[in-house]
């Protein structure tokens, strides 16, 4: 009879088993296990089983992976998994059924596990409850199954003392974490990856930035067990080893710890550096290790040191080359404020790491939702908005978070009147590691610290460079007189390079690489701008200088794509805003940036400058612009009382001065509003005053406005050929001016033309025609416009997966613009496909929705189309009674607005609900009604369905 263990070892080797068939029954195994044979499945009943049937040799595949071994070693694993299924799993949890039929001979086992719940936590929680009740006393630790876990990434090792860990009992406790188990689970694929894992792991970042803690986390997620020390079962490591460097820390002192934790014993003492590093190497390839060296910027040169970034001393030196290109199986985790420069390949002209064989981690802050939970769970009494605050200040500092979260602990509230603590607490971690720098480097930042975004080598060189001496610097001030970059010198850029490049290695300045422009940028922290602009607040002023006159050398943009492309020209009046120099920003603002900025839908951008310098305008015409665009963003989002104010404003300026064309402008505008109302007669009478002076003006493009919407006008009472003739004459006037916006707007309403008429292969054509074109030229807004005069098509031609795609994809991107009317309309489109599929309640939560915004908005047109989708939808569930309510309602709405092809829809609606309440006279009248019109307006396509449908009903 065996002698079988029930201690903590077996304990974890066991519930390793049951966790793998967990993750099997939940679709949670790894990738690279789900080649495994192996079928588990849920059944359900008086008790829930978990049923398997597989093979021992697939069993011991899934635990051990398929690293090569001799037979013997896989019969003695296969044997021991047999036991853990039938005795422990078996006979003493009592868990495990054996469902073979023949059990000798066969290689299936077919059984099932009688367990607690479907959820894994629970299970584990009871296995090990019941593990422990029926521990026998004096459990014999004798005979226990060997159990060692080997990953197909490497060979198994040579017989040793087994598994062990050293040194990790000097691991500091972690205090907080938060929002990294992503960055957690992405870091273990790559250091177990099976093919090519890199030897050393490199995080660099900030003091307090969190290197320490993730670090620690990461040899927990690896298998490291920190309390008590050891290694579990999974852990495809057989050495655990932690040190933290200190200043002074000498390379004797950390070799004897690696030499001593690697088991290496030498019948001589060593004494060279190479013998030590060469018997270090062989201890990492004998046992596959995992050592965390922390808090290397202490051995390593300072940036003002001809050999910054390097170890203090050779020996360090050679050891961290070692750790890189030595050859051993091993896994080194190190954490600096600055990279270890002795990583890098040295044979290269520019010395870089192997990416094969370093992971380089620069480490940032926690987003600041975690940055809030930071807060949260360290007992801060602050309010929600003073926890966003603090952590949208301190961009994910963890450790100075702590230290906040206990001041708001003791005085809520504290920290919004005292700004100055926030960057008092990072204050001593930011010096300790700007006392390191060169004095180029330190000039540099000072200069980048009143950057708002980050800018390339050739922005930095021109910083370093600019004085305030005209005299050494006629370059640059010609750069920005002629918009032209500066001419810079290799020498200049290479020297620029060095200096920014030793402060992205000590994680003061943060770099993104841009994939479109091919190039990288630079920039600094949060904490650190404010830390160095509380240090040179006199000379602010002065370095804003020179950052404005960098983007004034950029101000040429050509046709610009994306914010990222205007965002010289941004940067320029934003500068020129700040140096109170207003003429020069309202230019900037007004002739180049605004109409990007509108026509992309960046309408809070653009309202946030507008007002921002709407207070500094002394020029009425100016004012009158400013008024006019903030009244036109107002109307883009559906605060149209709002936009009228402004509308007004600018009206009365124009008047004050008798500005004919601020007065034809102005008018229009005002007429816009009354149209989104559906107050057509109003919106008429308004836009044939701004005609009228566009006339006399001979302002072409303000003639041709006018003339479409009284085409729109013409086209909802149903004068199509009239509506069409001014939309024609809208195109003719667009293409002469070449305003290709106009162009595309102008096909749009030709292809409402085509389509109230039945004609949606032509409508199609001109819609596609409109999207190409706006696509072409990024004005956002229109084309959600388009996607949804497309999906309309499609919905009528039957396509509802399509059309119901299209409008989606129209209110996702209304919704970030913020144009409340769009959103109303698409949600009328899906509520109506939704209508079509019987799913009545669906569509009636989208009509009510449209209904309640457009209601708000007061917007009349809309209203009635939302309140005839109602009637609609509850004729088709057949409530008569409400539907002849909301019908009527809708008519009478719609008959007040002439809209003369949607009261041509409504009265077929109440002609079909008269003839279900067997009312056949009222019904033909309705429906004599609705077929008069459609014929009266041409629309071929819809007096076909309306006598189909009604001859079908008979």
Same mark, same amino acid.
């Given at each position: 009879?065996?002698?079988?263990?029930?201690?903590?070892?077996?304990?974890?080797?066991?519930?390793?088993?049951?966790?793998?068939?967990?993750?099997?029954?939940?679709?949670?195994?790894?990738?690279?296990?789900?080649?495994?044979?192996?079928? *588990?499945?849920?059944?359900?009943?008086?008790?829930?089983?978990?049923?398997?049937?597989?093979?021992?040799?697939?069993?011991?595949?899934?635990?051990?992976?398929?690293?090569?071994?001799?037979?013997?070693?896989?019969?003695?694993?296969?044997?021991?998994?047999?036991?853990?299924?039938?005795?422990?799993?078996?006979?003493?949890?009592?868990?495990?059924?054996?469902?073979?039929?023949?059990?000798?001979?066969?290689?299936?086992?077919?059984?099932?596990?009688?367990?607690?719940?479907?959820?894994?936590?629970?299970?584990?929680?009871?296995?090990?409850?019941?593990?422990?009740?029926?521990?026998?006393?004096?459990?014999?630790?004798?005979?226990?199954?060997?159990?060692?876990?080997?990953?197909?990434?490497?060979?198994?090792?040579?017989?040793?003392?087994?598994?062990?860990?050293?040194?990790?009992?000097?691991?500091?406790?972690?205090?907080?974490?938060?929002?990294?188990?992503?960055?957690?689970?992405?870091?273990?694929?790559?250091?177990?990856?099976?093919?090519?894992?890199?030897?050393?792991?490199?995080?660099?970042?900030?003091?307090?930035?969190?290197?320490?803690?993730?670090?620690?986390?990461?040899?927990?997620?690896?298998?490291?067990?920190?309390?008590?020390?050891?290694?579990?079962?999974?852990?495809?490591?057989?050495?655990?080893?932690?040190?933290?460097?200190?200043?002074?820390?000498?390379?004797?002192?950390?070799?004897?710890?690696?030499?001593?934790?690697?088991?290496?014993?030498?019948?001589?003492?060593?004494?060279?550096?190479?013998?030590?590093?060469?018997?270090?190497?062989?201890?990492?390839?004998?046992?596959?290790?995992?050592?965390?060296?922390?808090?290397?910027?202490?051995?390593?040169?300072?940036?003002?040191?001809?050999?910054?970034?390097?170890?203090?001393?050779?020996?360090?030196?050679?050891?961290?080359?070692?750790?890189?290109?030595?050859?051993?199986?091993?896994?080194?985790?190190?954490?600096?404020?600055?990279?270890?420069?002795?990583?890098?390949?040295?044979?290269?002209?520019?010395?870089?790491?192997?990416?094969?064989?370093?992971?380089?981690?620069?480490?940032?802050?926690?987003?600041?939702?975690?940055?809030?939970?930071?807060?949260?769970?360290?007992?801060?009494?602050?309010?929600?908005?003073?926890?966003?605050?603090?952590?949208?200040?301190?961009?994910?500092?963890?450790?100075?978070?702590?230290?906040?979260?206990?001041?708001?602990?003791?005085?809520?509230?504290?920290?919004?009147?005292?700004?100055?603590?926030?960057?008092?607490?990072?204050?001593?971690?930011?010096?300790?590691?700007?006392?390191?720098?060169?004095?180029?480097?330190?000039?540099?930042?000072?200069?980048?610290?009143?950057?708002?975004?980050?800018?390339?080598?050739?922005?930095?060189?021109?910083?370093?460079?600019?004085?305030?001496?005209?005299?050494?610097?006629?370059?640059?001030?010609?750069?920005?007189?002629?918009?032209?970059?500066?001419?810079?010198?290799?020498?200049?850029?290479?020297?620029?390079?060095?200096?920014?490049?030793?402060?992205?290695?000590?994680?003061?300045?943060?770099?993104?690489?841009?994939?479109?422009?091919?190039?990288?940028?630079?920039?600094?922290?949060?904490?650190?701008?404010?830390?160095?602009?509380?240090?040179?607040?006199?000379?602010?002023?002065?370095?804003?200088?020179?950052?404005?006159?960098?983007?004034?050398?950029?101000?040429?943009?050509?046709?610009?794509?994306?914010?990222?492309?205007?965002?010289?020209?941004?940067?320029?009046?934003?500068?020129?805003?700040?140096?109170?120099?207003?003429?020069?920003?309202?230019?900037?603002?007004?002739?180049?940036?605004?109409?990007?900025?509108?026509?992309?839908?960046?309408?809070?951008?653009?309202?946030?400058?507008?007002?921002?310098?709407?207070?500094?305008?002394?020029?009425?015409?100016?004012?009158?612009?400013?008024?006019?665009?903030?009244?036109?963003?107002?109307?883009?989002?559906?605060?149209?009382?709002?936009?009228?104010?402004?509308?007004?404003?600018?009206?009365?300026?124009?008047?004050?001065?008798?500005?004919?064309?601020?007065?034809?402008?102005?008018?229009?505008?005002?007429?816009?509003?009354?149209?989104?109302?559906?107050?057509?007669?109003?919106?008429?009478?308004?836009?044939?005053?701004?005609?009228?002076?566009?006339?006399?003006?001979?302002?072409?493009?303000?003639?041709?406005?006018?003339?479409?919407?009284?085409?729109?006008?013409?086209?909802?009472?149903?004068?199509?050929?009239?509506?069409?003739?001014?939309?024609?004459?809208?195109?003719?006037?667009?293409?002469?001016?070449?305003?290709?916006?106009?162009?595309?707007?102008?096909?749009?309403?030709?292809?409402?033309?085509?389509?109230?008429?039945?004609?949606?292969?032509?409508?199609?054509?001109?819609?596609?025609?409109?999207?190409?074109?706006?696509?072409?030229?990024?004005?956002?807004?229109?084309?959600?416009?388009?996607?949804?005069?497309?999906?309309?098509?499609?919905?009528?031609?039957?396509?509802?997966?399509? *059309?119901?795609?299209?409008?989606?994809?129209?209110?996702?991107?209304?919704?970030?613009?913020?144009?409340?009317?769009?959103?109303?309309?698409?949600?009328?489109?899906?509520?109506?496909?939704?209508?079509?599929?019987?799913?009545?309640?669906?569509?009636?939560?989208?009509?009510?929705?449209?209904?309640?915004?457009?209601?708000?908005?007061?917007?009349?047109?809309?209203?009635?189309?939302?309140?005839?989708?109602?009637?609609?939808?509850?004729?088709?569930?057949?409530?008569?009674?409400?539907?002849?309510?909301?019908?009527?309602?809708?008519?009478?709405?719609?008959?007040?607005?002439?809209?003369?092809?949607?009261?041509?829809?409504?009265?077929?609606?109440?002609?079909?609900?008269?003839?279900?309440?067997?009312?056949?006279?009222?019904?033909?009248?309705?429906?004599?009604?609705?077929?008069?019109?459609?014929?009266?307006?041409?629309?071929?396509?819809?007096?076909?369905?309306?006598?189909?449908?009604?001859?079908?009903?008979?």
């Amino acid at each position: 009879m065996p002698n079988f263990s029930y201690g903590p070892d077996l304990q974890t080797r066991v519930q390793q088993l049951l966790e793998l068939l967990l993750d099997c029954a939940n679709h949670n195994l790894d990738e690279n296990l789900t080649s495994i044979n192996l079928d *588990a499945r849920w059944e359900d009943g008086e008790e829930l089983h978990l049923a398997v049937e597989t093979t021992l040799e697939d069993l011991r595949l899934l635990i051990y992976g398929n690293a090569k071994v001799l037979d013997k070693v896989k019969n003695s694993q296969r044997k021991e998994i047999g036991a853990f299924l039938t005795h422990y799993l078996g006979e003493f949890l009592e868990i495990w059924c054996d469902r073979r039929v023949k059990k000798k001979g066969s290689p299936r086992w077919i059984f099932s596990l009688k367990l607690w719940s479907k959820d894994k936590d629970k299970n584990l929680q009871q296995f090990q409850q019941q593990w422990r009740t029926r521990q026998p006393e004096n459990s014999s630790t004798e005979g226990a199954p060997s159990f060692k876990i080997e990953m197909s990434s490497s060979p198994p090792p040579p017989p040793s003392k087994g598994i062990q860990t050293v040194g990790l009992e000097t691991i500091a406790e972690i205090p907080v974490w938060v929002g990294r188990d992503a960055l957690l689970q992405e870091l273990k694929t790559k250091l177990l990856a099976p093919e090519t894992p890199p030897k050393v792991l490199t995080m660099t970042g900030q003091g307090g930035i969190g290197k320490t803690s993730l670090a620690v986390k990461l040899l927990e997620t690896l298998g490291v067990q920190l309390q008590p020390p050891t290694l579990t079962a999974t852990c495809p490591y057989q050495k655990a080893l932690y040190l933290k460097t200190y200043q002074g820390t000498s390379f004797d002192a950390v070799a004897e710890f690696l030499l001593r934790g690697l088991d290496i014993e030498t019948p001589e003492p060593l004494k060279t550096a190479g013998e030590k590093i060469t018997k270090i190497l062989e201890g990492l390839t004998k046992q596959r290790s995992l050592v965390v060296l922390d808090n290397l910027e202490d051995i390593l040169h300072p940036a003002h040191h001809p050999d910054c970034g390097k170890a203090l001393s050779p020996e360090w030196g050679e050891l961290l080359h070692a750790f890189a290109y030595g050859n051993h199986r091993s896994t080194l985790i190190l954490t600096s404020r600055e990279f270890p420069v002795d990583l890098t390949d040295s044979r290269a002209r520019n010395p870089k790491p192997d990416p094969k064989l370093v992971e380089v981690l620069p480490l940032s802050g926690v987003e600041d939702a975690d940055g809030v939970e930071i807060l949260r769970q360290r007992g801060s009494e602050d309010s929600e908005e003073d926890w966003r605050w603090i952590a949208e200040r301190v961009k994910g500092n963890a450790f100075i978070l702590t230290q906040l979260a206990a001041i708001g602990a003791e005085s809520p509230g504290y920290l919004r009147k005292h700004l100055e603590l926030v960057t008092e607490e990072a204050e001593p971690i930011l010096q300790a590691q700007l006392g390191r720098q060169s004095q180029a480097g330190l000039d540099l930042l000072r200069r980048m610290c009143v950057l708002r975004v980050g800018i390339d080598i050739q922005g930095l060189t021109f910083l370093r460079l600019y004085t305030d001496d005209r005299e050494k610097n006629k370059r640059f001030e010609r750069a920005a007189l002629l918009e032209e970059p500066a001419e810079l010198t290799k020498a200049e850029l290479k020297d620029t390079q060095e200096i920014v490049m030793r402060l992205v290695n000590s994680s003061l300045v943060q770099r993104r690489y841009d994939k479109e422009q091919c190039e990288w940028y630079y920039d600094l922290h949060r904490l650190m701008v404010e830390y160095l602009q509380g240090q040179y607040q006199d000379e602010l002023p002065q370095l804003m200088e020179g950052v404005y006159k960098f983007y004034c050398s950029r101000k040429t943009v050509e046709n610009p794509k994306t914010l990222e492309d205007l965002r010289p020209l941004l940067e320029a009046q934003y500068f020129a805003f700040m140096l109170g120099n207003y003429d020069e920003a309202f230019s900037l603002l007004n002739n180049n940036v605004h109409k990007y900025l509108y026509f992309w839908g960046y309408w809070n951008l653009l309202q946030e400058l507008y007002e921002q310098i709407i207070s500094y305008i002394t020029d009425d015409t100016e004012l009158r612009i400013c008024l006019e665009v903030i009244g036109r963003i107002h109307q883009e989002t559906g605060n149209w009382d709002e936009a009228e104010k402004y509308f007004r404003k600018s009206l009365a300026n124009a008047q004050k001065v008798k500005s004919k064309s601020g007065m034809a402008s102005s008018w229009a505008s005002l007429g816009y509003i009354e149209l989104l109302r559906g107050n057509w007669d109003e919106a008429e009478r308004l836009y044939w005053q701004s005609w009228e002076l566009s006339t006399e003006l001979g302002d072409l493009s303000g003639m041709a406005f006018c003339a479409a919407i009284f085409g729109y006008i013409q086209q909802n009472r149903g004068n199509w050929d009239e509506a069409k003739r001014l939309y024609q004459h809208f195109l003719d006037v667009k293409t002469e001016l070449g305003d290709r916006s106009g162009m595309a707007s102008s096909w749009e309403l030709l292809g409402t033309i085509e389509r109230d008429r039945g004609n949606w292969d032509e409508a199609e054509r001109l819609y596609q025609q409109s999207l190409e074109l706006r696509t072409e030229l990024g004005g956002r807004s229109r084309m959600a416009s388009s996607w949804v005069c497309l999906g309309y098509i499609e919905l009528r031609r039957g396509n509802w997966d399509e *059309a119901e795609r299209l409008y989606q994809q129209s209110l996702e991107l209304r919704t970030e613009l913020g144009d409340r009317e769009g959103m109303a309309a698409s949600w009328g489109g899906l509520g109506y496909i939704e209508r079509l599929r019987g799913n009545w309640d669906e569509a009636e939560r989208l009509f009510r929705q449209a209904l309640q915004l457009r209601t708000e908005l007061g917007a009349r047109e809309g209203i009635a189309l939302s309140t005839r989708c109602l009637g609609e939808n509850e004729l088709g569930k057949g409530n008569l009674d409400a539907a002849e309510k909301y019908l009527t309602e809708a008519l009478a709405q719609m008959e007040a607005l002439r809209m003369t092809w949607h009261i041509a829809e409504a009265n077929f609606d109440l002609a079909q609900l008269w003839r279900k309440r067997g009312n056949e006279e009222i019904a033909q009248e309705h429906y004599q009604k609705s077929h008069q019109i459609f014929q009266q307006l041409g629309a071929a396509k819809d007096l076909e369905r309306i006598e189909r449908e009604w001859n079908q009903e008979v």
